[in-house]
């Protein structure tokens, strides 16, 4: 999300749709407040303007939606107060009268409440308002701008800011979004004032419902950062009022509103002192009546997400505001996990409603609860939706996780983001919970998930492969079978049988299951040189020659050659200093782009110390046997046998071992094979 600096400025809106907003007021009761089912006692902030005639502060929705409030001093006098902003599971945002100087005011819940007598006007602050608009519609005049208003969606969110000085939308995505500030400002003294405008598309800024600067049109804010959309306003001293509107259609987001005061040089920023001050409180102690059964008050609000395309993960602070002591806190989130404290931190795997249960004990006993289903929305004014440090976190939270307690939407939530960071790790943790409850994941939509988890197991050592085939299976199992997605399924899967566990009737069978027509053109051809490593691994080798040399080998003259052995080379080189994966990658090419490779001791050798370093014991085993009976007289079959003996005793094939053991004994004996084996194998 992109933000305008503030140090890049130097130097008719419709007010009636903020104005709708603020006149709820809440009905005038007869009951006094002492009949209240509970009260919330709000404190002021200590780093907050004051003193200040309003007050706003955020009342979390514990007690229910149809739950009816109101605000007073602590002598039980009704305080005049307007919601600001209310949806289904957020909370209640209100400002109220701070005019008395009192810096704490009771929030009393109950059915029939006292209401303070009167008409009261929060003229304090910037409020703003962000709502979605359309991208097909000009903003090019001020009577275009009003009908891209009149047009655009329920508002996203509403609060105060500091200033007009706006670089993200702080209540949904930065694009496609009309932003509508309304703030009361002081002119100090009388005479002439200029404003200005810089924004990001169109904008409108209006003094005490005056038109004075606009810069219509699709822009960026680059050519208004001098104060050069202005105008000029003669005012009064004392308290004005400004509108502000901005249409934010894609790229960049800023608004920003600049004045010049009477006996100033130049246009520069509106300072957020030159706003009526605003006092910010929150909540600080809570209490239920003593016939009531008694309930948990808590707050939230998101710290921090990574996000990747449509995928994202959130992270909620939450607090618990309570009159108890020595009591203990338990928390339970709708993703299958708990935890303890007054305070926690915790990874939702996707945003929207969420719930969370909340209990509180006291000597082992139950002392209190409250269950909310609450709205997890994202931080949306960080900078940046991904961050390293976050997605390492979550990442670990995660992977120790009980998959098996985690609800089906999120664990794919989590396995789709995953596969966008194109995370391995996680991708594994996730996939193995998938596999345990294959059941739960029935129908052709999961072919792909199963699929890519197949993908991502491969190469992961023994029990790496046997993963893989397992998920390659389940993406081919009736009930999810897709033809685009199957026939990529059984290429890998049938490279696991002639190259793991040696199933060849079977690999053969799905080898001839293939259709090939969704296949892509790189996977055709790896399917026709699979036929091949099927005929090699069945001792048909000149019958894989033909195969291979069918597929389109290159002529061997001294280019080709030349370019062999570096390619070679290059893989060994990767091999040689750890780099695992892009060694795999650099043979799967060769072996692919030079297909009599696939019979080469070379390439071969290479293979299996690849495997070996990757603890693909079965598949260095499988592979062996197949080099073996290539490598015709070719004194480096002591390598092989070498590899032969040590898969073998690692996988618990004694026999086999001993067979190959024997061979390089009587075969090879003054070998540096058989050298090795001696000093690591046989008894001194």
Same mark, same amino acid.
């Not at 200033?163 to 703030?183: H, I, Q």
């Given at each position: 999300?992109?933000k305008?600096?503030?140090?890049?400025?130097r130097g008719?809106?419709?007010?009636?749709?903020?104005?709708?907003?603020?006149?709820?007021?809440?009905v005038?009761?007869?009951?006094?407040?002492?009949?209240?089912?509970?009260r919330?006692?709000?404190?002021?902030?200590?780093?907050t303007?004051?003193?200040?005639?309003?007050?706003?502060?955020?009342?979390?929705?514990?007690?229910?939606s149809e739950?009816?409030?109101?605000?007073?001093?602590?002598?039980?006098?009704?305080?005049?107060?307007?919601?600001?902003?209310?949806?289904?599971?957020?909370?209640?945002?209100?400002c109220?009268?701070?005019?008395?100087?009192?810096?704490?005011?009771?929030?009393?819940?109950?059915?029939d409440?006292?209401?303070?007598?009167?008409?009261?006007?929060?003229?304090?602050g910037?409020?703003?308002?962000?709502?979605?608009?359309?991208?097909d519609?000009?903003?090019?005049?001020?009577?275009?701008?009003?009908?891209?208003?009149?047009?655009?969606g329920?508002?996203?969110?509403?609060?105060y800011?500091p200033?007009?000085?706006?670089?993200?939308?702080?209540?949904?995505?930065?694009?496609?979004?009309?932003?509508?500030?309304?703030?009361w400002?002081?002119?100090?003294?009388?005479?002439?004032?200029t404003?200005?405008?810089?924004?990001d598309?169109?904008s409108?800024?209006e003094?005490?419902?005056?038109?004075?600067?606009?810069w219509?049109?699709?822009?960026?804010?680059?050519?208004?950062?001098?104060?050069?959309?202005?105008g000029?306003?003669t005012?009064?001293?004392?308290?004005h009022?400004?509108?502000?509107?901005?249409?934010?259609?894609?790229?960049?987001?800023?608004?920003?509103?600049?004045?010049?005061?009477?006996?100033?040089?130049?246009?520069?920023?509106?300072?957020?002192?030159?706003?009526?001050?605003?006092?910010?409180?929150?909540?600080?102690?809570f209490?239920?009546?003593?016939?009531?059964?008694?309930?948990?008050y808590?707050?939230?609000?998101?710290?921090?997400?990574?996000?990747?395309?449509?995928?994202?993960?959130?992270?909620a602070?939450?607090?618990?505001?309570?009159?108890?002591?020595?009591?203990s806190?338990?928390?339970?989130?709708?993703?299958?996990?708990?935890?303890?404290?007054?305070n926690?931190?915790?990874?939702?795997?996707?945003?929207?409603?969420?719930?969370?249960?909340?209990?509180?004990?006291?000597?082992?006993?139950?002392?209190?609860?409250?269950?909310?289903?609450l709205?997890?929305?994202?931080?949306?004014?960080?900078?940046?939706?991904?961050?390293?440090?976050?997605?390492?976190?979550?990442?670990?939270?995660?992977?120790?996780?009980?998959l098996?307690?985690?609800?089906?939407?999120?664990?794919?939530?989590v396995?789709?983001?995953?596969?966008?960071?194109?995370?391995?790790?996680?991708?594994?943790?996730?996939g193995?919970?998938?596999?345990?409850?294959?059941?739960?994941?029935?129908?052709?939509?999961?072919?792909?998930?199963?699929?890519?988890?197949?993908?991502v197991?491969?190469?992961?050592?023994d029990?790496?492969?046997?993963?893989a085939?397992r998920?390659?299976r389940?993406?081919?199992?009736?009930?999810r079978?897709?033809?685009?997605?199957?026939d990529?399924?059984?290429?890998?899967?049938?490279?696991?049988?002639?190259?793991?566990?040696?199933?060849?009737?079977?690999?053969?069978?799905?080898?001839?299951?293939?259709?090939?027509?969704?296949l892509?053109?790189?996977?055709?051809?790896?399917?026709?040189?699979?036929?091949?490593?099927?005929?090699?691994?069945?001792?048909?080798?000149?019958?894989?020659?033909?195969e291979?040399?069918?597929?389109?080998?290159?002529?061997?003259?001294?280019?080709?050659?030349?370019?062999?052995?570096?390619?070679?080379?290059g893989?060994?080189?990767? #091999?040689?200093? /750890?780099?695992l &994966?892009? @060694? %795999?990658a =650099?043979?799967? $090419? *060769?072996?692919?782009?030079? +297909?009599l490779?696939?019979?080469?001791l070379?390439?071969?050798?290479?293979?299996?110390n690849?495997?070996l370093?990757?603890?693909?014991?079965?598949r260095?085993?499988?592979?062996?046997?197949?080099?073996l009976a290539?490598?015709?007289?070719d004194?480096?079959?002591?390598?092989?046998?070498?590899?032969?003996?040590?898969?073998? #005793?690692?996988? /618990?094939k004694? &026999?086999? @071992? %001993?067979? =190959?053991?024997? $061979? *390089?004994l009587?075969?090879? +004996?003054?070998?540096?094979?058989?050298a090795?084996?001696k000093?690591?194998?046989?008894?001194?």
């Open positions: 999300m992109t305008f600096c503030r140090n890049t400025f008719r809106v419709l007010p009636a749709l903020l104005g709708a907003a603020l006149a709820q007021t809440v005038v009761a007869q009951n006094p407040a002492a009949t209240a089912t509970a919330l006692r709000i404190e002021k902030i200590a780093q303007d004051w003193p200040a005639k309003v007050g706003v502060a955020d009342i979390a929705p514990c007690m229910g739950s009816r409030f109101g605000v007073f001093q602590s002598d039980g006098k009704p305080v005049a107060f307007q919601t600001l902003w209310s949806a289904p599971g957020e909370a209640t945002r209100i109220f009268d701070t005019s008395s100087g009192s810096t704490a005011y009771e929030v009393c819940f109950g059915a409440l006292p209401g303070a007598s009167g008409i009261w006007k929060p003229e304090a910037v409020l703003l308002e962000t709502r979605p608009c359309r991208n519609l000009p903003i090019n005049t001020a009577a275009e701008v009003t009908r891209v208003l009149s047009s655009a329920t508002p996203l969110g509403r609060d800011v200033d007009v000085f706006l670089g993200a939308n702080p209540f949904g995505p930065s694009t496609y979004y009309a932003a509508l500030f309304n703030g400002f002081t002119a100090p003294t009388a005479g002439q004032y404003f200005a405008t810089a924004s598309d169109a409108i800024l003094v005490d419902s005056r038109n004075v600067a606009a219509l049109g699709v822009h960026g804010a680059g050519g208004g950062t001098h104060g050069e959309h202005q000029t306003i005012l009064s001293a004392g308290l009022r400004l509108s502000y509107v901005q249409v934010q259609l894609d790229g960049p987001s800023a608004a920003v509103a600049g004045w010049k005061p009477p006996g100033r040089d130049h246009v520069e920023l509106m300072p957020a002192s030159a706003f009526a001050p605003l006092a910010r409180f929150r909540a600080e102690h209490e239920c009546a003593a016939s009531s059964p008694e309930r948990l808590f707050e939230w609000h998101a710290v921090d997400q990574c996000a990747l395309g449509g995928e994202m993960l959130v992270r602070q939450f607090r618990v505001v309570d009159n108890g002591r020595g009591r806190y338990r928390w339970r989130f709708d993703d299958g996990t708990e935890d303890a404290g007054a926690p931190r915790h990874f939702f795997p996707q945003p929207g409603l969420r719930q969370v249960t909340l209990e509180a004990w006291q000597k082992g006993v139950l002392a209190a609860t409250n269950a909310l289903r709205r997890i929305n994202p931080q949306w004014q960080q900078r940046d939706s991904w961050r390293d440090d976050v997605f390492e976190q979550a990442k670990s939270d995660f992977l120790r996780r009980d098996a307690r985690m609800p089906a939407r999120d664990l794919i939530a396995l789709e983001f995953a596969d966008r960071a194109d995370d391995a790790e996680l991708l594994m943790g996730m193995e919970g998938l596999m345990r409850r294959q059941e739960e994941f029935d129908g052709a939509a999961y072919a792909q998930t199963f699929y890519r988890v197949g993908e197991f491969e190469h992961r050592g029990s790496g492969d046997a993963q085939g998920a390659f389940l993406a081919l199992a009736p009930q079978a897709v033809p685009a997605v199957s990529r399924a059984r290429v890998h899967l049938a490279a696991l049988l002639i190259h793991c566990t040696g199933d060849l009737d079977e690999a053969g069978k799905v080898l001839g299951a293939i259709s090939g027509g969704l892509s053109k790189e996977e055709k051809r790896l399917w026709r040189l699979l036929e091949g490593d099927l005929l090699l691994a069945r001792g048909k080798k000149e019958e894989a020659r033909k291979y040399a069918a597929a389109g080998e290159t002529q061997a003259d001294r280019q080709f050659n030349a370019e062999r052995a570096a390619r070679l080379e893989a060994a080189n990767l #091999l040689e200093y /750890g780099h &994966e892009e @060694a %795999q =650099a043979l799967d $090419r *060769l072996e692919l782009e030079m +297909p490779e696939r019979m080469s070379d390439t071969g050798l290479l293979a299996l690849l495997e370093g990757r603890k693909e014991f079965q260095a085993f499988t592979d062996g046997q197949t080099l290539v490598a015709g007289d004194p480096r079959q002591s390598d092989v046998l070498y590899t032969l003996v040590q898969t073998g #005793l690692a996988l /618990g004694k &026999e086999q @071992a %001993q067979r =190959a053991m024997g $061979r *390089l009587k075969d090879f +004996p003054y070998s540096e094979a058989t090795k084996a000093d690591r194998w046989t008894e001194k």
